[in-house]
């Protein structure tokens, strides 16, 4: 007798698990509807880039942007807008930056840009021979009697063989955010580091970089890609160069500011809170479309999404608009400092923070218990372009909740273009497209609304 019940009972789960999945493709079919159809994302980020543009910590456009994605978090239905107050950082970038390189009587202008939390030049400038470096390990070698008194030329080229472009970035973007100091041991004046980017065109991109206090503190900007090439060419011909630039950036004292929060308030498990967001804050030499306003942007949609759709969630769901992820990750650090003050309960929280790029998967930071859970859903979400679940990392701003014991996953974008255009002036609302942009919140939606559903 027992043979013939357990095959039944198999038969009965699968069925089960077939009707169940039935009726959650019928649902995620309508969220996609939804978004694609009526979605608000775009015209939203319309607003942030063309009304408010730049949004760089301590400005008083990022106040702007605090203020402006307040009434967005209400129009889209969410049952509570408040705002978690923080201090941030107050970087100058001062007027815009001049450089040259001087060679055989002649003078080749340079694309430049200060590097975020660089100090300036003066506006007398700094002017020496350049050397050129291409690792830690060569500049090393080189030592105080050769760097001494040099403006250092950092050329990291990022790896053209990574097809995850990310890896690239991480390994050249140490000479970004390390680069100053470690010349300064060696008696160096100044620093230019080659734009941390996939592409070769005339625009320097900024970004962060941080001193050590143990050192001087000498000025630091990006050259273009195209210059990086053309300076380099020139150096291996040994060819006597000498550098000049003018930064005028500063330091203000730390001001205040905002993540602004919006939430859904739960049905059964209101304590129980799913975090969906992005970064509000941008670098200043564009509109900060794809880093990060497409993020924040997808997040308010998610909310937006589950209201149009009269989905009630079981758990409360918030879409967070952190403040400061470029320039020292404040928001995220004050997000965590009141999910433990207020004894809150995460159960996970979801980062896009990536561009606004055709959606093709979602990195995983949590429990080997938990991946298999959510890669159990996989073919649901095949039909929204959505397949790859093999990452293992995830966003900063939601990154620091693992101290909690959140599950965090960040949202995969394709990410060939991404750093043609990422802290460049090109970062602007004409590089997104609308479709891509509203495919990724559908996608954002449908896995909050599984983990909502059946928890992890």
């Known amino acids: 007798m027992l043979k013939k019940i357990v095959p039944f009972i198999a038969f009965i789960f699968c069925c089960l698990a077939s009707i169940a999945q039935s009726e959650d493709s019928i649902t995620i079919k309508k969220i996609s509807d939804e978004v694609l159809t009526n979605g608000k994302a775009y015209e939203n980020l319309r607003f942030l880039c063309k009304k408010i543009g730049q949004r760089i910590s301590g400005s008083p456009s990022a106040q702007k942007a605090v203020e402006a994605t307040f009434e967005m978090l209400k129009d889209a239905g969410a049952d ?40 300036g030049t003066g506006l007398k400038g700094i002017n020496a021979p350049v050397i050129e470096v291409s690792s830690f390990k060569q500049l090393d070698q080189l030592g105080a009697a050769i760097i001494k008194g040099k403006i250092v030329f950092f050329n990291f080229v990022m790896n053209p063989t990574y097809v995850q472009t990310f890896r690239a970035y991480s390994e050249s973007g ?70 000049s630039f003018t930064n005028t950036s500063f330091v203000l004292p730390d001001t205040t500011s905002y993540n602004v929060v919006g939430e859904i308030r739960g049905s059964e498990f209101p304590k129980e809170i799913i975090t969906v967001g992005g970064h509000l804050d941008s670098w200043d030499l564009a509109e ?66 990536a561009g606004g790029f055709t959606p093709r998967g979602f990195s995983l930071e949590m429990s080997e218990a938990q991946i298999s859970k959510i890669t159990q859903w996989k073919d649901l979400f095949l039909n929204y372009g959505v397949y790859d679940f093999t990452g293992r990392s995830s966003g900063s701003d939601v990154g620091p909740l693992r101290k909690i ?40 939606a449908i896995l909050i609304y599984l983990i909502d559903k059946y928890g992890l």
């Open 174 to 243: 140490i000479s970004r955010w390390q680069g100053a100091s470690k010349a300064a041991s060696y008696g160096a004046i100044g620093v230019m580091v080659r734009s941390l980017a996939s592409n070769t065109d005339n625009y320097p991109h900024t970004g962060a970089m941080k001193y050590n206090d143990s050192f001087p503190k000498i000025p630091a900007v990006a050259i273009s890609t195209n210059d990086a090439e053309w300076l380099s060419r020139k150096l291996k011909l040994r060819m006597q160069l000498t550098a």
């Open 80 to 119: 509570t807008v408040y705002l978690q107050q923080c201090k941030v950082p107050h970087w100058v970038r001062g007027i815009k930056e001049t450089g040259f390189i001087q060679f055989a009587g002649q003078k080749y202008p340079l694309h430049l840009c200060s590097l975020g939390n660089s100090l």
């Open 288 to 353: 900060g479309a794809n880093d990060d306003g497409t993020g924040v942007m997808q997040s308010i949609e998610v909310l937006r999404a589950l209201k149009a759709t009269g989905i009630k969630p079981k758990r409360t769901v918030r879409a967070v608009m952190f403040m400061d992820e470029e320039n020292g990750g404040r928001g995220g650090d004050k997000y965590l400092e009141l999910a433990e003050k207020n004894k809150e309960t995460h159960l996970f929280a979801l980062e896009s923070d």
């Open 405 to 444: 014991g959140t599950a965090c996953a960040e949202l995969v974008p394709d990410s060939q273009r991404y750093f043609d255009i990422h802290h460049a002036a090109t970062d602007v609302f004409e590089n997104v497209n609308k479709r891509e942009l509203h495919l990724g919140a559908v996608n954002m």
